[in-house]
């Protein structure tokens, strides 16, 4: 963690900080070797989705079903914002701007024909040869887009979400530490420049300040109320399927988000609703409980993604909107086991239906009453 550290008081020390330069990638690049490599692989992966499934995952099955859920609906919707700026701006990642700079989380080499430095000046935008030659081929790279950064808005929404819904001093503590280490891992390994670090910590901080705003609101009890989720003309009911599903249905169709982020989101918006009509679980439970409860989850998410990978992997050349509805079900069908682990639990008994809770509870109060007199 040491050289860690020296790097990132060089990182203040740099008279010039350009926003859209490769000259701060190159010179963290410089000071890298194999073991700091694998380190910023591994520090860059908490904002991956791999690790933000488990994380929600957890928290949904083993800590609170309604505070694991805001804080994907926080992730989620950072997310998507994220991916839509990408696709309005088009800027393209370090690597292309400057072949000199390395892929070191994919481990492949530039093939980009420019190696210039990118702009001198601090607020100047890449150059506009490089972006016209980007954007007319930017469709044959996967995840071509740099501004801003995905996982720079993801972690800022994470650590500061989790702080306010569990209203954890040391989560707070922790969270701008986390931001800066994921930031430094995404410029060390050649992904992003300064300037997409700095719109994504934007971003990130602008839902954040929402999301809080909202936790103090009445509209947080809106989202656990039963009658909300009817398929009735009610005002508060049109409003919250107009963001679960229509939203999203809108954003892919006009190609704006990915079919992968699309299927994940109404994946698991789904299964929320079909769980909360069917009456939310109750969190209480053992620490054996809360832990299978977990395990179930992880499971049953891991093997539908494992099996669809297997099953998709060797299909024949397909046509482009065949294609995209296969990335669209391979996010969709894992999101949808939130609601079969849902089901495994309570049928196992390690989990109870709320409604179910309160009737014991009631009955409990009558029968203590009825001693009593």
């Keep these: 963690m040491d050289k860690i550290e020296y790097i990132c008081r060089q990182m203040v020390n740099q008279e010039s900080k350009p926003l859209f330069q490769t000259e701060p990638i190159l010179y963290l690049q410089s000071l890298g070797n194999d073991w700091l490599t694998f380190l910023m692989i591994l520090i860059t992966s908490m904002g991956s989705s791999a690790f ?3 994380i929600i995952i957890i928290i949904t099955f083993g800590i609170n ?6 804080l994907f609906q926080l992730l989620i919707w950072t997310g998507l914002t994220t991916e839509i700026i990408k696709t309005v701006v088009a800027f393209p990642r370090p690597d292309y701007v400057d072949n000199r700079v390395l892929n070191l989380e994919h481990g492949v080499r530039s093939t980009s024909p420019f190696n210039g430095s990118g702009p001198d000046g601090i607020f100047e ?3 506009r040869k490089v972006l016209k030659t980007f954007r007319l081929q930017e469709a044959l ?7 801003p950064s995905g996982h720079v808005a993801i972690t800022t929404a994470l650590w500061g979400g989790s702080s306010a819904i569990f209203n954890s001093r040391k989560i707070k503590t922790m969270a701008p530490f986390m931001v800066l280490l994921v930031a430094l891992s995404r410029m060390y390994l050649g992904r992003h420049f300064l300037g997409d670090i700095l719109g994504g910590a934007i971003i990130g901080l602008l839902f954040l300040t929402a999301f ?4 103090k609101s009445s509209l947080k009890d809106d989202f656990f109320k039963k009658e909300n989720f009817e398929l009735t003309f009610r005002t508060k009911n049109l409003i919250i399927y107009l963001f679960l599903f229509v939203i999203p249905l809108v954003l892919i169709a006009s190609s704006m988000i990915s079919a992968e982020v699309a299927g994940f989101f109404l994946g698991t918006n789904a299964a929320y609703v079909l769980i909360i009509r069917k009456g939310l679980p109750d969190d209480s439970g053992s620490s054996g409980q809360r832990i299978l409860r977990i395990l179930i989850g992880l499971l049953l998410f891991g093997i539908s993604s494992f099996v669809l990978d297997v099953g998709f992997h060797n299909t024949e050349t397909v046509t482009y909107f065949s294609l995209k509805f296969i990335e669209f079900l ?3 069908i894992p999101a949808c086991t939130i609601w079969v682990s849902v089901v495994v639990c309570t049928k196992l008994n390690l989990y109870r239906r709320e409604r179910e809770l ?3 509870r009631k009955g409990a109060f009558k029968q203590s009453k009825h001693e009593m007199e």
């Design 65 to 70: 079903f309604r505070k694991g859920f805001l």
């Design 330 to 332: 391979k996010a969709f």
């Design 125 to 127: 935008l890449p150059d």
């Design 52 to 54: 933000l499934v488990t």
């Design 358 to 360: 309160l009737s014991d």
């Design 212 to 215: 809080t705003l909202f936790l």
């Design 141 to 147: 790279s996967p995840s071509p887009f740099g501004f």
